[in-house]
């Protein structure tokens, strides 16, 4: 069975992720997590996700994959310890010793080499096996054909993970040194400041307050940004080549993020929603342009409007409960009475709730909602539930 694999980085993105169809999720914890401190997770965080992930029969990884220093390694005995008795059932390592000294410390806990290792050939996969992983996160810059032929030459229970959807960095598998070397923050360490998301301008030396717009087309001049990565149209290409868990990132993203591609993703391996229709749904979160990236060979070098996001919707609302005709909704964004709201619902498809009333707890009309987290109520015939989500076309 393939594993359809969601980031979270908040309870809120954990219960989207579950409700709209991932088999497993991926968090960070306290340590060596590799992105902002916010998005990981204290240990009696991972417990209690752990809990409810696996009361839905699904499973939870513990991202450990920033490089390491020697007295970090010295946490990692009772770190891995930790993880295993919250219920993690894999984490997720690039460091040769932080794999090694979690496995002796913790053979029971499961171990995935993360893409930040770069493990793109049947030798690396190998060793990386003999070590104790249980997994490898393939290397990004890998083709379609360079799985399959690496998956043919490593042992049969050896699983392979590969990115299907999200943020590309433009360096190899991530290993970017930009964000270091302008304002000493590693991205290697989790403090990625994103410097290749920004629009540059050319100096000459004689002129040092003068600059030189880079242009490449419409004005834009995001040289070094990539491009999202978005495979909807490559799932079955990729689990016929061996890949045995599609991996979104997005673990800094927000519950209608993890909401929307987890449900586009699932319906496509499910085979009830049809890759164009997928396709549209992707376009409605924020996104860069997107691109396939290595799978069918080189990634395209036109890199126009490349850090420009663009949605087709705007996140309007949650549903908190629908009863006796009567929606009861907690705001996201502005709409205004009126308005015809979409739903996405792992149950429902192509519904509309049309907020021609809008009233707030007290009962008094709502013309205009623009408070965030006011909860309101509307009324439809819609047989919503808890844990819906509404958006606006913009």
């Known amino acids: 069975m393939t594993e359809l694999l969601a980031p979270v980085g908040s309870k809120a993105a954990l219960d989207a992720a579950l409700r709209f169809g991932a088999d497993a999720v991926y ?8 992105r902002a401190k916010s998005a990981g997770f204290s240990f009696d965080g991972i417990a209690d996700a752990a809990a409810r992930v696996h009361q839905a029969g699904k499973r939870l990884y513990v991202t450990v994959n920033s490089l390491a220093y020697s007295d970090e390694i010295d946490l990692l005995p009772a770190y891995a310890n930790t993880l295993h008795e919250c219920g993690a059932d894999a984490a997720i390592v690039s460091d040769l010793g932080v794999l090694t000294t979690m496995h002796n410390a913790c053979p029971a ?43 043919q030459r490593i042992p049969d229970d050896l699983e392979l993970e590969a990115f299907v ?41 004689t002129r040092p307050n003068q600059s030189f717009p880079i242009v490449e087309e419409d004005g834009h001049s995001y040289v070094l940004s990539s491009r999202d990565l978005n495979c909807i149209g490559l ?18 993203k927000t519950e209608y993020y993890a909401a929307v591609v987890v449900n586009a993703y699932r319906r ?11 396709r549209r749904e992707l376009d409605s979160v924020s996104h860069r342009p997107y691109t396939t ?13 490349a850090g420009t996001y663009t949605q087709t919707h705007r996140f309007a609302g949650v549903v908190l409960d629908c009863q006796n005709g009567v929606a009861t909704v907690e705001q996201r964004n502005r709409f205004v009475e009126g308005d015809a709201l979409e739903v996405i619902s792992p ?30 109520r509307i009324p439809t015939d819609l047989p919503l539930q808890s844990g819906d989500l509404l958006r606006i076309r913009i």
């Open 27 to 34: 968090l960070g914890g306290p340590m060596l997590q590799l």
């Open 109 to 151: 806990l499961e171990l995935h080499v993360s893409t930040q290792a770069s493990c793109m050939n049947h030798a690396a996969a190998r060793a990386w096996y003999d070590l104790g992983a249980k997994r490898i996160v393939l290397a990004r810059e890998m083709t379609v054909e360079q799985i399959r032929s690496l998956k």
């Open 165 to 205: 959807h999200g943020a590309m960095c433009m360096a190899y598998s991530g290993r970017c040194l930009l964000s270091s070397a302008i304002l000493g923050r590693s991205g290697n360490r989790g403090d990625c400041a994103q410097p290749c998301r920004w629009s540059y301008a050319l100096v000459e030396e």
């Open 235 to 252: 799932l079955d290409e990729l689990i016929d080549a061996g890949v045995c868990s599609l991996k979104i990132e997005g673990r800094m």
């Open 268 to 278: 496509v391996l499910d085979g009830t929603m049809s890759v164009a229709d997928a």
């Open 293 to 305: 990236g290595f799978y069918h060979g080189e990634l395209p070098q036109d890199h126009s409007n």
């Open 347 to 376: 149950t429902l498809q192509n519904a509309v709730l049309h907020a021609e009333r809008i009233s707030d707890e007290s009962g008094a009309p709502v013309a205009v909602a623009n408070r965030v987290l006011q909860v309101l």
